[in-house]
């Protein structure tokens, strides 16, 4: 029973998602701002390299398929918008204008499941409501409330209404799909039923031809990956090391994503043995994640944090912070890695003990391939089919 209609404006795992329910003969429509591939799919000769490159491809039919390029191209309008414009609010009207449209079609496709994105279902819900479908939100972070608790934000003309539609997303929504139990629980505490809150941890892509890692007596080799953010602790993890330096404990440490915000790249220049190397695609980011003898990912808040996964699937324990979603993985493979409070002084601690008893890093890379082949996609759409044609019947 073909039921289900998927819409998303930008991707993340919504294909996923997708992909899960065409394999059980549920998917009515796949929509998302972003296109993918299918098997003998050729994409658009206009199409630039670099975009093509990032292209994912997925077993979806391209008759269940629409992606309106229009929405990526009004995106990609806003680096042009003036100084003093915020673009953050900017996007956010956008995904906006996507849900609007989406909406204007949910009478004509008449699903019986409508599975739509935070800050991309109010209307789109509405519409569904109105025909007497089952809305279902996948909501990719935490509550905005619990949020706005563990770090402020930068307040912006358009953030109130931006708040205000989640509330609305949430109150339509039948069922909530979150990325762990650390951003389901933040539902709750912010009022949601716990009866309409479900956890479904997330994949990574299994990664393929990777050189194999071997024991060695060199520095360990810490790596970030990831947009240079406050957001990410990047201050945390650059004082704890500072310190490290400061007692004259060996290291090297590696950061690897898109500059983020303003100052970081130059702060990293300034601690002693570590590099900026970059924004990478996945496959030498995972030669990166392979080489390297622990992933830290210490922030302030991540729903989930998909590096963790991804470094486990090449072998490399991980370091995390309390209030990072993929702190699951650990709890359920205790030897997989750690995790420490979002402080400087904590990831200096946990760290130092590593430096000091490498070899229980090193034997911690049998626990993280063990612990990978739990949260490979092929896990996720085995727990979210099962659990979404459950909750239909």
């Not at 706005?148 to 912006?156: C, P």
């Not at 944090?305 to 209030?323: D, F, H, L, R, Y």
């Not at 890093?361 to 082949?373: D, E, K, P, T, V």
Request: proline fraction near 5%.
């Amino acid at each position: 029973m073909t039921s289900v209609f998927v819409s998303h404006p930008g991707l993340q795992h919504s294909h996923q998602l997708a992909l899960a329910l065409h394999e059980r003969g549920l998917l009515q429509a796949f929509w998302s701002g972003v296109p993918v591939l299918s098997e003998g799919d050729k994409l658009p000769c206009w199409l630039p390299r670099s975009y093509a490159s990032k292209v994912k491809s997925v077993a979806i039919p391209p008759s269940l398929r629409r992606h309106p390029l229009i929405f990526q191209g009004l995106l990609r309008a806003g680096a042009l918008l003036p100084k003093g414009f915020s673009r953050e609010d900017y996007a956010h009207r956008n995904f906006h204008f996507y849900d609007w449209w989406v909406a204007q079609h949910i009478a004509k496709l008449k699903p019986k499941v409508v599975v739509a994105y935070e800050n991309s279902a109010y209307h789109t819900f509405r519409a569904a409501k109105a025909i007497g479908a089952r809305c279902i939100l996948d909501a990719p972070s935490l509550h905005h409330a619990a949020a706005a608790q563990l770090m402020e934000f930068k307040q912006t003309p358009y953030l109130t209404e931006i708040n205000r539609r989640k509330d609305e997303e949430v109150s339509l929504a039948d069922l909530i799909l979150t990325c762990s139990p650390l951003a389901a629980e933040s539902y709750i505490q912010n009022g949601v039923s716990a009866s309409k809150v479900q956890a479904m941890l997330l994949g990574a892509t299994l990664p393929e031809n990777i050189a194999a890692w071997q024991p060695h007596s060199e520095p360990l080799h810490f790596v970030f990956a990831g947009a240079l953010s406050y957001r990410k602790a990047i201050d945390v993890i650059l004082q704890a090391f500072s310190k490290l330096n400061a007692e004259g404990l060996p290291y090297r440490l590696s950061f690897v994503g898109g500059a983020g915000e303003v100052g970081w790249v130059e702060a990293i220049g300034q601690v002693p043995n570590a590099f900026y190397l970059g924004g990478m695609s996945q496959v030498p980011l995972y030669q990166q994640l392979a080489k390297a003898d622990c992933l830290l990912l210490p922030s302030r808040y991540d729903s989930f944090g998909m590096v963790v996964a991804e470094a486990m699937a090449c072998g490399t324990p991980a370091i995390v912070s309390t209030q990072t979603g993929a702190k699951s993985m650990i709890e359920q493979f205790p030897d997989a890695g750690w995790i420490v409070d979002c402080d400087a002084d904590a990831l200096y601690q946990c760290v130092k003990a590593r430096i000091q008893n490498r070899e229980a890093l090193f034997s911690a890379r049998m626990a993280a391939l063990a612990a990978s082949q739990e949260f490979t996609w092929q896990a996720y759409r085995q727990r979210v089919g099962s659990f979404i044609e459950e909750w239909m019947s």
